[in-house]
């Protein structure tokens, strides 16, 4: 099981911008970083998850939700173990409790964000957005 734990949220007012960091440890037997798709989720108290972005093992594919397209940019470094989220022209409605998610490769890369399909996740980091 993947331990994955994030930093990086706050009190930001509308327009400006936050950077999460998630940082990667405990893989499986035989796996590194590098073997696991990442993704950013988030969720606001009495809602299901709603999936952010999803980034493929070499960083080179990635998949936004409509909402955050062309706002946020996911990332990672594989020699660091670390998964970043770098959010651009906040909005109110980004307020949420923000998670990242671990998946190993056996699915394949698909584009689409369903909690479900992700079997690690972190803590979560409070990210809120004020007009």
């Known amino acids: 099981q993947v331990t994955l734990v994030e930093s990086g949220g706050g009190s930001v007012q509308a327009g400006g911008s936050l950077r999460l960091s998630c940082v990667a440890s405990?893989?499986?037997?035989?796996?590194?970083?590098?073997?696991?798709?990442m993704a950013w989720f988030r969720k606001v108290s009495g809602k299901e998850h709603e999936g952010v972005a999803q980034i493929s093992t070499s960083g080179r594919a990635t998949y936004y939700a409509d909402s955050v397209k062309d706002r946020f940019t996911i990332s990672r470094d594989n020699a660091q173990n670390t998964l970043y989220l770098q959010m651009n022209s906040l909005k109110p409605e980004d307020t949420a409790q923000y998670f990242c998610a671990a998946r190993s490769t056996r699915m394949g890369w698909v584009r689409r964000l369903a909690a479900g399909d992700f079997a690690d996740w972190g803590q979560g980091t409070q990210v809120t957005v004020s007009s």
């Open positions: 405990g893989y499986a037997s035989g796996y590194t970083y590098s073997n696991y798709y």
